[in-house]
C-alpha cells in the first residue's frame, strides 16, 4: 500500500471536549490546528504532532464505553525531556516522549492483540508495514508496538466509542487502498465515501477488531477527490 503521508493519525472519541481541549494543548503542548463538522452530532479537534494529527472528536451525545486494542498512544515532542506517563481525562494512557525516542516521530500507538504473530503478519500483508522486530512494525515512518492482550477486545464495538478509537492512514486512492486491504485479509468496516471536497475515505478493521482509516484526503494528495 502507498501511503500518502509517512506518518498515521490517531482518532480518540470523547463526551468531555473542554478537558481534552486544555490536556492536549497545556499539558501535552500541541498546537490546535482547527474543527471540522463530521456530521452526527460530532465536531473533530485537530492537533498537530509533526506531520501527524490527534484527532479529538467531540461527541454531543453520550458514547459507550468499549474497551478496544488501542491500549496506548506515544507522542514524540520537541520540548519533552525525558519519557512521561500520564492519563488523559478519559483515563486513556498517554506517554510523552522526546523526538526520537526509540525512533518514535510524531505518534505512535501500543496495540494490545491476542496473538502478534497473526498481527504482525496481517499488518505486513494488508498496510505495507516493515516488521522491524517480532513487537515492533513500522507503518512509513510511524511505529506500531504489539504486546499480547490480557483479555480479548470487544470484537463488534463501535467506532464512536470513549478512548482512543482508530488508526488514519493517508493513500493515494482510497477505493485501491480499500480493496486491496480487504484481499490481503482485512474486516470491512466501511465502503468508502466521498465527503465532500475534503477526502474520501474507508474503514477496515484488523484481526483484533482495530478501526483503520483510509483516507484519500485533497489537502494531502494534491488532487481532488
Same mark, same amino acid.
Given at each position: 500500500?502507498?501511503?500518502?503521508?509517512?506518518?498515521?493519525? @490517531?482518532?480518540?472519541?470523547?463526551?468531555?471536549?473542554?478537558?481534552?481541549?486544555?490536556?492536549?494543548?497545556?499539558?501535552?503542548?500541541?498546537?490546535?490546528?482547527?474543527?471540522?463538522?463530521?456530521?452526527?452530532? @460530532?465536531?473533530?479537534?485537530?492537533?498537530?504532532?509533526?506531520?501527524?494529527?490527534?484527532?479529538?472528536?467531540?461527541?454531543?451525545?453520550?458514547?459507550?464505553?468499549?474497551?478496544?486494542?488501542?491500549?496506548?498512544?506515544?507522542?514524540?515532542?520537541?520540548?519533552?525531556?525525558?519519557?512521561?506517563?500520564?492519563?488523559?481525562?478519559?483515563?486513556?494512557?498517554?506517554?510523552?516522549?522526546?523526538?526520537?525516542?526509540?525512533?518514535?516521530?510524531?505518534?505512535?500507538?501500543?496495540?494490545?492483540?491476542?496473538?502478534?504473530?497473526?498481527?504482525?503478519?496481517?499488518?505486513?500483508?494488508?498496510?505495507?508495514?516493515?516488521?522491524?522486530?517480532?513487537?515492533?512494525?513500522?507503518?512509513?515512518?510511524?511505529?506500531?508496538?504489539?504486546?499480547?492482550?490480557?483479555?480479548?477486545?470487544?470484537?463488534?464495538?463501535?467506532?464512536?466509542?470513549?478512548?482512543?478509537?482508530?488508526?488514519?492512514?493517508?493513500?493515494?486512492?482510497?477505493?485501491?487502498?480499500?480493496?486491496?486491504?480487504?484481499?490481503?485479509?482485512?474486516?470491512?468496516?466501511?465502503?468508502?465515501?466521498?465527503?465532500?471536497?475534503?477526502?474520501?475515505?474507508?474503514?477496515?478493521?484488523?484481526?483484533?477488531?482495530?478501526?483503520?482509516?483510509?483516507?484519500?484526503?485533497?489537502?494531502?494528495?494534491?488532487?481532488? @477527490?
Amino acid at each position: 500500500m502507498q501511503l500518502a503521508k509517512a506518518f498515521f493519525d @490517531v482518532g480518540l472519541f470523547s463526551n468531555q471536549a473542554a478537558a481534552h481541549h486544555s490536556f492536549w494543548s497545556e499539558r501535552i503542548a500541541l498546537p490546535f490546528d482547527h474543527s471540522l463538522k463530521l456530521g452526527g452530532g @460530532v465536531l473533530q479537534h485537530r492537533f498537530q504532532v509533526g506531520s501527524a494529527v490527534l484527532k479529538l472528536n467531540d461527541a454531543r451525545d453520550p458514547l459507550p464505553t468499549a474497551r478496544g486494542p488501542i491500549r496506548e498512544l506515544l507522542v514524540a515532542h520537541p520540548d519533552c525531556q525525558q519519557v512521561e506517563s500520564l492519563q488523559d481525562p478519559d483515563g486513556n494512557r498517554i506517554t510523552r516522549v522526546p523526538s526520537g525516542h526509540d525512533d518514535i516521530h510524531g505518534l505512535a500507538v501500543r496495540l494490545a492483540v491476542a496473538d502478534p504473530a497473526r498481527s504482525a503478519d496481517f499488518y505486513q500483508r494488508a498496510l505495507g508495514c516493515k516488521l522491524i522486530s517480532p513487537a515492533r512494525l513500522q507503518a512509513g515512518e510511524a511505529i506500531l508496538l504489539l504486546e499480547q492482550a490480557d483479555s480479548p477486545a470487544e470484537q463488534e464495538q463501535p467506532l464512536a466509542a470513549i478512548g482512543l478509537r482508530y488508526l488514519t492512514l493517508q493513500v493515494f486512492d482510497c477505493d485501491a487502498a480499500h480493496a486491496a486491504a480487504l484481499a490481503a485479509g482485512a474486516s470491512n468496516g466501511r465502503d468508502p465515501v466521498t465527503l465532500g471536497s475534503t477526502a474520501r475515505i474507508a474503514f477496515i478493521r484488523d484481526p483484533d477488531g482495530t478501526w483503520i482509516e483510509l483516507s484519500e484526503r485533497a489537502s494531502v494528495t494534491g488532487k481532488a @477527490v
